[in-house]
């Protein structure tokens, strides 16, 4: 099988991004893969704190590599040992600096973007790897669009919210216009009280793409407050057993 790149996108910030692109990981390294994540959220990073990578660890960073600092490699760091689970195979993290300096001279210079596409092509070769997840930066911008070319697979999270609903199909109609493979939905944070069968019926009508998953609101991942990667956590939960079958989409 060849390597996938995944990119995990929402139109707007505060839809889940983050946890599911953890969790996600998490449950293909589980599968024994060996997993890369990078986090292209430069502006505002925190993906790591899910790994449990502390500041200290981060001998290199994303931003190192696009100043030319470092090669790509160089900034991964094997975050496998850091998840207190049983990992078949191994997941690497390529953190964005959480220093205010950094993140202030990106605000400024920013950077030549088409440095990513030349690092992720590198990295899943120099790695050997099986995926490489992006977790993207709200929105679109340069780096964004870019990530979503380059992708195997989109994932679009969205709420159902009305503001989301737009917003997606704005990402939507750009992800068919750069011809992406495989385009899936999650609807994340549903409430309990709505019909989860019409809300998929009436996305997948609007989108002409596949819901994937649909993750009801829960009280379990409020309280873990990214301390941990949830679907480790709760192995169980109706959340982990959609993204699980979203992980067996992914690699089938």
Not at 28 to 48: C, F, M, N
Not at 199 to 214: D, K
């Amino acid at each position: 099988m060849p390597p996938k790149i995944i990119s995990v996108h929402s139109f707007r910030g505060g839809t889940g991004k983050s946890n599911t692109t953890a969790s996600l990981s998490a449950l293909l390294a589980k599968k024994g893969y060996r997993v890369g994540v990078v986090d292209t959220d430069i502006q505002s990073p925190g993906i790591h704190v899910l790994f449990n990578l502390d500041e200290s660890e981060m001998v290199h960073s994303l931003n190192d590599y696009l100043w030319g600092k470092c090669e790509i490699s160089e900034t991964a760091h094997d975050v496998s040992g850091h998840l207190n689970a049983d990992i078949k195979g191994q997941i690497f993290l390529i953190p964005s600096s959480i220093q205010a300096g950094e993140i202030v001279r990106v605000l400024r210079e920013g950077y030549d973007v088409s440095l990513l596409n030349d690092g992720f092509r590198d990295v899943l070769k120099t790695m050997n790897l099986d995926y490489l997840i992006v977790d993207t930066h709200p929105g679109l911008n340069e780096e964004t669009l870019l990530s979503i070319a380059v992708s195997d697979v989109l994932i679009l999270i969205m709420r159902p919210d009305q503001q989301d609903y737009q917003g997606t199909a704005v990402t939507v109609d750009i992800a068919r216009k750069l011809d992406v493979p495989n385009l899936f939905l999650v609807i994340n944070k549903m409430p309990k009280s709505f019909d989860l069968e019409s809300v998929q019926e009436q996305a997948e009508s609007n989108y002409h793409c596949r819901v994937a998953a649909i993750l009801p609101h829960a009280d379990e991942m409020m309280e873990l407050a990214s301390s941990d990667i949830f679907a480790l956590r709760f192995p169980d939960h109706e959340i982990t057993q959609e993204l699980e079958a979203l992980a067996n989409l992914i690699e089938s």
